[in-house]
């Protein structure tokens, strides 16, 4: 039997390519995902390890929100402290430091801005045991107020050399630079990505708005002394609120931070390789189906001949375990390029991410092959089980299998699937808010498409049976409803990757509609300034320069950090108080805005709800450098989708909690008589040393936003592109078994005279019908799903519901093209059939 | 499109010319393995009458038949459809000869199964994308009690319908030459005589013109003449056939 599966695998050479390539696209994906996060994990952990090397001990101050650590928010300590560790016994040495935002300018003024990654400014070491890896490429360290180094990565970008001059934007302003030495990080050119500009001590101190302070305090043990012992030593030296770790310990909770969060990236990949993989399945249970039912004469054969019902399926599942195996094998050697691929993807939408090279974890290869051979087995134990049970005689006496009949039960199943769908999809769609019920609305489309597909692509058929037998549509859709199974399989594996597709539209075109719709709902500013880069901030020194401009009447900084409230983590922001009323509506429905000062609250109605709170209320709030404040509810206001957050605190109760000052926006009126352009001119002048600072006015604010949106739309349909490839390969695949199946129809057709082009029609036709049956069942699903999901979402800010009919109809359009070029294979193939051989009786 | 002449000659001494084959040869692969299956073969076919090709296995009667066909193409010669000479013409010429002007019968697999017996009957003019001739089309049908079959499926029919399916098929766009291939190869011999009556009467009353291969004499007595081949030559013919002569012929030539 194994020579026999050998050989049947081997003469069939192009199913089993399409076969093999089906499997392999969706465990590349798989094998992407890993291989992608596992480097970029390995990146990191190389760099923090590099980092801590020569440090045994980080003397930092205690962290009250177990998790804020994780996002580097920990208060600065007084710098005296560094004399109390330096007292310890068992200190060699010690050395504070201090890290926070500095952007550097390029040679014309821009700002050198990484992707995703934060612009950082720093002290420098002078211990050169505990600077770790950092180490000078060229020049020296930066020993005077007006001197600085950068990362090589930066250098190398901007051109800079050492001797330079060099612009950083602080948290307070501009300054220039000479630049004095280029760093590196080990062989890395920079610290993942991000850009590093590092001065003496005093002067990063200064710069970085921490005067007299220290972020942390690297300690090297004396000789003979583990990090363990010294941590401990230390730990019963240092003040209350202060806290001792191993190096070990820090570089591990910052690997374990960024972890985390390429956990949350992993998965987002992992479920894309899943849509693909789902695609895949698909794909190959319709092949195996279709091979099976078509060697029904051989299996028959080798029955009667003797062979066991045992041995037949044995033989078939061998024969899929081998494709798997193979597929699953290439699929993990794509999957290591399509890494890079999805690397170079992230990066043209910004989002850089470091790289070592690629990691191939013993768990990426199971998982890999795992998937491949599992997968392809069980798609092919079905209809090999159902082989086995064919009797011998009648399988040779029936020369082509009928799959048309479709169960009774299984149509009324499928239909009442499709029923509760609809229903739980509209009902989910009129409460709002409802992620669950939409999800379960979901899963029981596709079931109820999957279980209710033959029947639909069979009514699909009729619809399409027009026109002469012969000629028109009539002898494709009719070809279509022999197999509606088929026909629906090859469908469905379309639509999988389509539903997702135009779901995602959906939510997408409703949260753009949402930002024009917050945007005229609440908002008076005449101006919206942000920072050009997501993971940058605007100085609060823009909000001072603004205040001073005659042509600008109020100024509103809004300030954003992440505090636990009840136990969940919420958005809290800080925002001037003065001018709130000035600069946006925020729809006050309980309570009065002149209540609003230093120790309350502004509270958004639907936090109110959640917490059971009013006006007068107390609602505490765990800041992760402070700890717990109280603060009475002033006011209860509703739009808080215009702010994004539901808690607002006065700029002075802000800053008392979180220490970076940045602001997240500044949002600017004019004074009266002045336009808008004149306004703007102004403004963009007078920030002429702000690089950094994007100004916009309302309806550019908008687009921009609108722009990201649009730009997460294109990354995913990207991703997605891969499942519908493979749903493409799906099409292919079937088309070319049943050109197989029906040479001797075809042929017929040649002979009693169809031209080639006749019968290239027909297959294309085919092609064209069952892509149109997945797209439209796909873009159903999806569309209804989508506007589910975006009801469901009004709590994230979507509250506007935007359904793009025109993407939708590209999408339809593209999948009837997606059609005939699937067909343009297998129709010529079919269109080359030899008459002579197809009618001849064999 | 010309259809034969409805001013019949005698049967098989007419002076118009249905199909003919002149030098015609066949052979398969090259040097030392090359196989002549059709060996400068001359013959041709009357109009208006019903001829059988017979001949021992191996001896080329459905080789020529395929090439005088468009279905295959001769390796030197000619054959003629009326006047058109069929070795000039393209792949594509020669799909709309067999479409618009031959009509064919298989042993078996004659019609698509997924079009009804109506619509496998009007597939050749589906494609061209004819109008059906309905008193002509009532005229086949009746002549092969089809009536009330029109509307079945391939596989709801029964060997002999399909095959009369299959007649009424080659009829439909009343061709210069239906030809057969076995077309009772499949059949039992009562439901085989029936077939063979209706492709007499398609000679006497519809007035066509019908070549067919077998090696049945049963079946070559239905003809008006049998031409005889053996190693690819064209080697005896009888005018009137019977069954006894077609059997005598047979033996003779080891058949």
Request: hydrophobic share 50%.
């Amino acid at each position: 039997m194994l020579r026999y599966s050998l050989r049947s695998l081997l003469a069939h050479k192009l199913r089993l390519v399409l076969t093999v390539a089906a499997v392999t696209v969706g465990v590349a994906f798989v094998s992407a995902s890993f291989v992608l996060s596992d480097t970029m994990g390995k990146a990191f952990d190389e760099l923090f390890a590099g980092l801590a090397k020569g440090t045994d001990v980080v003397v930092r101050a205690e962290s009250i929100d177990a998790n804020a650590t994780a996002r580097g928010q920990v208060r600065p300590l007084d710098e005296d402290i560094v004399d109390t560790v330096r007292k310890v016994s068992g200190v060699a040495a010690a050395e504070g430091s201090v890290t926070g935002f500095a952007l550097i300018l390029d040679k014309d003024g821009q700002p050198i801005q990484p992707g995703g990654a934060p612009t950082l400014g720093s002290s420098t070491s002078t211990d050169s045991d505990l600077s770790g890896n950092f180490s000078l490429r060229s020049g020296q360290v930066p020993a005077a107020p007006d001197e600085m180094a950068v990362d090589a990565a930066s250098a190398a970008k901007a051109g800079y050399k050492v001797g330079d001059r060099a612009a950083v934007i602080f948290e307070d302003g501009t300054e220039e630079f000479t630049i004095t030495g280029i760093v590196g990080f080990g062989d890395t050119d920079s610290l993942a990505g991000a850009t590093l500009a590092s001065f003496e001590t005093a002067t990063a101190q200064k710069l970085l708005g921490k005067a007299g302070k220290f972020d942390q305090i690297d300690v090297r043990a004396a000789d003979g002394i583990s990090a363990v012992d010294l941590r401990d030593e230390l730990a019963q030296a240092l003040p209350a609120g202060t806290e001792a770790l191993t190096a070990d310990q820090v570089s591990g909770e910052s690997a374990q931070a960024i972890r985390d969060g390429l956990g949350i990236f992993t998965n987002v990949l992992l479920t894309f390789a899943g849509v693909s993989l789902l695609v895949g399945s698909f794909v190959i249970w319709n092949t195996f189906n279709v091979l099976v039912a078509q060697r029904r004469r051989e299996v028959a054969l080798l029955r009667a001949v003797g062979a066991k019902g045992g041995q037949v399926l044995g033989g078939i599942i061998l024969e899929a375990g081998l494709i798997g195996l193979v597929s699953a094998g290439l699929g993990l050697a794509a999957g290591v390029g399509l890494a890079g691929g999805i690397r170079s993807l992230l990066a043209a939408v910004g989002i850089e991410v470091p790289t070592t090279a690629a990691v191939v974890e013993p768990r990426t290869i199971v998982a890999a092959l795992l998937v491949g051979v599992v997968i392809t087995v069980v798609a092919a134990v079905v209809p090999a089980v159902s082989a086995t049970r064919v009797a011998p005689m009648e399988a040779l006496r029936t020369a082509t299998p009928a799959d048309g009949s479709i169960g009774r039960s299984r149509s009324t199943v499928g239909i009442l699937l499709l029923a509760a769908s609809a229903a739980a999809l509209a009902t989910a769609a009129l409460l709002k808010d409802q992620l669950v019920l939409t999800g379960l609305g979901a899963l029981a489309g596709f079931a109820g498409l999957v279980v209710a597909g033959p029947l639909l692509a069979r009514a699909m058929a009729g619809l399409a049976n027009r026109g002469r037998a012969g000629g028109g549509w009539s002898l494709a859709a009719r070809n279509i409803t022999r197999a509606p199974k088929r026909a629906a399989a090859t469908a469905l594996a379309l639509t999988i990757g389509l539903t997702v597709v135009c779901a995602v539209a959906v939510v997408a075109s409703s949260t753009k509609a949402s930002v024009t719709d917050l945007l005229s709902g609440g908002n008076r500013a005449d101006l919206i300034l942000q920072a050009a880069s997501p993971t940058g901030g605007v100085s609060p020194a823009v909000a001072r320069i603004l205040d001073q401009q005659a042509e600008v009447d109020a100024v509103l900084e809004l300030r954003f950090s992440q505090a636990t409230v009840a136990n969940k983590s919420a958005s809290i922001i800080g925002l001037t108080r003065d001018t709130v009323d000035h600069v946006m509506d925020l729809g006050i429905t309980a309570g009065s805005l002149a209540d609003f000062r230093n120790g309350s609250l502004l509270l958004s109605t639907k936090q109110a709800k959640q917490l059971d709170a009013g006006v007068g209320d107390t609602v505490t709030i765990t800041f992760p450098e402070t700890g717990e404040r109280s603060y009475e509810v002033a006011a209860l206001f509703e739009r808080d989708a215009l702010v994004g957050a539901g808690y607002l605190l006065t700029l002075d109760d802000y800053a008392g909690n979180v220490t970076s000052r940045m602001d997240a926006a500044v949002m600017v009126t004019a004074a009266s008589g002045v336009a808008a352009g004149k306004l703007q001119q102004q403004v963009d002048d007078a920030l002429a040393d702000f690089p950094n600072v994007q100004v916009s006015d309302p309806t550019e604010f908008a687009k921009s936003q609108q722009a990201s949106v649009d730009q997460m739309l294109g990354l995913v349909t990207a991703l997605l592109a891969l499942a519908v490839i493979v749903a493409v390969l799906g099409i292919i695949n079937t088309l070319v078994l049943s050109v197989v199946e029906r040479t001797r129809e075809l042929g017929l057709m040649r002979a009693v005279g169809a031209t080639r082009r006749q019968v290239r029609t027909v297959i294309r036709r085919e092609s064209v019908l069952m892509s149109l049956f997945g797209a439209i069942a796909g873009v159903l699903l999806g569309t209804g799903a989508g506007i589910a999901l975006a009801r469901a979402m009004n709590g994230e800010g979507i509250s506007s519901l935007d359904v793009p009919l025109a993407s939708l109809a590209v999408y339809v359009v593209v999948a009837a093209v997606i059609g005939v070029l699937a067909a343009i294979g297998p129709a010529r193939r079919a269109s080359r059939v030899d008459v002579l051989r197809a009618i001849t009786v064999d | 499109m010309t259809s034969t002449s409805v001013a019949k000659p005698p049967r098989g001494t007419g002076q118009s010319i249905a199909a003919r084959v002149e030098q015609a040869t066949k052979t398969y692969g090259s040097g030392d393995a090359a196989v002549v299956a059709l060996d400068a073969v001359t013959v041709d076919f009357a109009a208006g009458a019903f001829t059988a090709i017979m001949g021992p296995s191996g001896s080329g009667k459905s080789t020529l038949l395929h090439c005088m066909a468009g279905l295959d193409t001769l390796s030197s010669g000619q054959a003629f459809i009326g006047g058109t000479d069929i070795a000039s013409l393209s792949d594509k010429e020669l799909t709309l000869l067999r479409r618009d002007r031959l009509g064919f019968i298989f042993q078996a697999f004659n019609l698509l199964p997924v079009l009804t017996a109506r619509e496998n009957i009007t597939l050749p003019l589906d494609l061209a994308g004819r109008k059906v001739d309905g008193e002509w089309f009532e005229k086949v049908i009746a002549s092969l009690g089809l009536g009330e079959r029109l509307g079945h499926r391939p596989a709801q029919l029964s060997g002999g319908q399909q095959q009369r399916v299959a007649v009424a098929r080659a009829l439909a766009t009343k061709p210069e030459v239906v030809f057969g291939d076995e077309p009772t190869g499949a059949l039992d011999s009562r439901t085989g005589a029936e077939l063979l009556g209706f492709l007499r009467s398609a000679v006497d009353d519809l007035g066509q013109t019908v070549v067919m291969v077998t090696h049945d004499p049963v079946a070559a007595s239905y003809a008006d003449r049998v031409v005889f081949l053996a190693d690819g030559r064209v080697v005896d013919e009888l005018q009137a056939p019977t069954r006894d002569g077609v059997l005598e012929m047979m033996k003779r030539l080891g058949g």
